[in-house]
């Protein structure tokens, strides 16, 4: 007889019982007074006297499904996937929808094929969609271009599952060949989707591809409109873009909207995940909001599973994986226990040893350009200036109009007027290509801060008030070949090296995550205001996403067709030129 069967019927004793807890149903949306048998890998039995070489009392306890993340990016935490398993096992996340298009950017197919194989054998399971956009637009310089051949080959290599966000939407709505021909490569899988305030009609070809969710609503009408069309509504909560609250009121007035919703990080750096959590956190918040506990648990278990077509895991029943979490109740979702795949991966709060991370070889980057301080000069052409506008807490810049401070003829920043100059500079061809542009919003008043972590091609972008530091801090990213960096003058004051495609390190959470603090603290002390100064700085390069935005081909606006002047009156685009290349030292 099957063994799974056998221990079902209970003819056979299951290889652990946990007996006594409360049993979150989330099919039903109720506790259920009941003991969970589980043989191997799998739940095999939901009800009462059950035996089992081990039993655990869990009086008291409520026991529910591993959580699962819908839509995540690994790279942005830093960490490497074995460290960032890692650190959201704690906290009960057994599996992740993770888009590798950061590291595709960075270094292309072989990224992907890293993110692959550093995933396998972990405490969480790591799924990868298939990057769609890499260019995220014409506007961005990635190391290659992954076409649609590119989207075949990693769907039937098998490193990837589904099609990772469509963020290149105005092309997709306008019928553009290139990135229709992707979707078509992709075949059958889930076409997850990027659709920021994209509404009516546009919405309606945007849905016409097949792509069938989207994690970019910051509104509620948006979020309802793309509902009612047959989207999926992925809320998101990360580090630098927390819309979860916003959108609550969706599931709070109508909880059967569970079942087309989700909640997702997308970005969360390292010291978040460890001061404010993963999963859990958005579960606290929804419960806070006076959303229904059940609801909430839905939204981060079995609505993913059932989106991305996981049958075998998102809730608690027999024949699905033994994916469970103990924990006090929902509420403050304290955990106490996780079994992934029937094993042991976390005992009372820590997290059993993990896997240690593996050595995959990775491409050697192109050597990079380094700039002088006279190359970084903007000669002031024009009575007012395009300036990217932050908007705190949310991804959407605007574009704002505002004379030049000017000094010896060039503009320059103005911590009176919170305008900072930006940098972009090309890393992976060593074309010496760098546009220079200025932002307000940052609220920094000296020095200047730099990453080669700049969405989604990932060249390398600094902001800074004085072109010392910003030459500076772009010197250590050349010699380093990637990382975040703070400089001051001609002194660089910390920097996190970032050795994997200058995206991630091998540092486990905690390391990371005090790097980060220290490096944060520092910007605090230049007069950076943003709480996450990093994050927020690496998605100003963000073609697909309105409004202003820069690259290393000048400042773009997607909404208005693509490049833009610095000086509108004299049409100057911020664009100062090329450097020599120099060498990297990445591999």
């Known amino acids: ?67 699962i993340d819908g839509h995540v990016h690994i790279e942005s935490s830093l960490m490497a996937p074995a460290a960032f398993a890692d650190a959201v096992v704690v906290h009960g996340t057994t599996t992740v929808m993770a888009d590798p298009h950061e590291i595709a950017n960075a270094l292309g197919l072989p990224g992907v094929r890293y993110m692959y194989l550093a995933s396998r054998g972990l405490a969480v399971d790591v ?72 509404s009516g009609k546009d919405l309606n070809a945007y849905l016409t591809s097949g792509v069938s969710s989207d994690h970019e609503c910051v509104g509620l009408d948006e979020a309802r409109e793309k509902l009612r069309r047959g989207m999926w509504v992925m809320m998101r909560e990360g580090a630098s873009f927390p819309n979860l609250r916003t959108l609550l009121p969706l599931v709070k007035e109508n909880p059967f909207l569970a079942t087309r919703c989700m909640v997702v990080t997308d970005d969360a750096t390292a010291r978040y995940i460890r001061d404010t959590g993963h999963m859990d956190a958005k579960l606290r918040i929804m419960i806070e909001e ?51 795949d029937g094993c042991a991966v976390v005992q009372d709060g820590v997290a059993v040893k993990g896997a240690q991370a ?21 000669p002031a052409e024009g009575e007012t200036m395009n300036v990217i506008e932050m908007r705190p807490g949310e991804i959407i810049t605007g574009s704002r109009r505002m004379p030049p401070l000017v000094s010896e003829g060039n503009a ?85 090296p970032l050795p994997i495609g200058g995206l991630m390190t091998h540092l486990d959470a905690e390391s990371v995550a005090r790097a980060l603090e220290d490096l944060e603290r520092g910007a605090e002390q230049l007069g950076v205001q943003l709480p996450h100064p990093f994050m927020a700085l690496s998605f100003l390069c963000l073609s697909v996403v309105p409004n202003l935005r820069i690259t290393d081909q000048g400042y773009v606006d997607i909404m208005r067709g693509g490049v833009q002047p610095l000086f509108p009156e004299g049409g100057r685009a911020p664009q100062q030129g090329d450097a020599t290349a120099v060498p990297n030292s990445i591999s």
């Open 1 to 67: 007889m099957n063994t799974l069967a056998a221990v079902a019927r209970g003819s056979r004793p299951a290889d652990l019982v946990i007996r006594g807890a409360r049993v979150a149903n989330v099919f039903t949306l109720e506790y259920e007074e009941v003991d969970v048998a589980v043989c191997g890998d799998r739940i095999a039995g939901v009800g009462r006297g059950y035996e089992g070489h081990r039993v655990l009392d869990a009086a008291g306890a409520v026991l529910v499904p591993g959580l």
């Open 127 to 198: 799924f990868l969609g298939a990057p769609s956009c890499v260019p995220a637009s014409r506007f961005e310089t990635p190391r290659d271009e992954l076409d649609m051949m590119a989207v075949r080959e990693m769907l039937q290599e098998g490193w990837c599952t589904h099609l990772g966000e469509l963020m290149n939407y105005p092309a997709l709505i306008e019928g553009d060949p290139d990135v229709w021909g992707r979707v078509v490569a992709a075949g059958d899988v889930v076409l997850t989707g990027h659709a920021p305030g994209v």
């Open 290 to 340: 006076g959303v229904d506990p059940l609801v909430a648990l839905r939204l981060t278990t079995l609505s993913p599973a059932d989106y991305f077509r996981l049958w075998d895991r998102g809730a608690i029943a027999p024949g699905r994986r033994a994916d469970l979490v103990l924990v006090d109740d929902l509420a403050s979702f304290n955990v106490k226990h996780v079994w992934k």
């Open 358 to 378: 593996r050595s995959i070889p990775l491409p050697h980057a192109a050597q990079t350009t380094s700039l002088t301080e006279e190359q970084l000069r903007v």
């Open 412 to 496: 320059v920043p103005d911590p009176s007027r919170d305008l900072a100059k930006i940098v972009v500079l090309e890393r992976h061809h060593g074309t010496g290509r760098f546009a220079v542009g200025f932002v307000t919003g940052f609220g920094m008043q000296r020095g200047a801060i730099a990453s080669s972590v700049a969405h989604d091609a990932h060249n390398f972008v600094t902001v800074g008030m004085d072109d010392r530091s910003i030459a500076t801090a772009l010197k250590c990213l050349c010699e380093t070949g990637g990382g975040l960096v703070l400089a001051e003058g001609g002194s660089v004051r910390g920097s996190l």
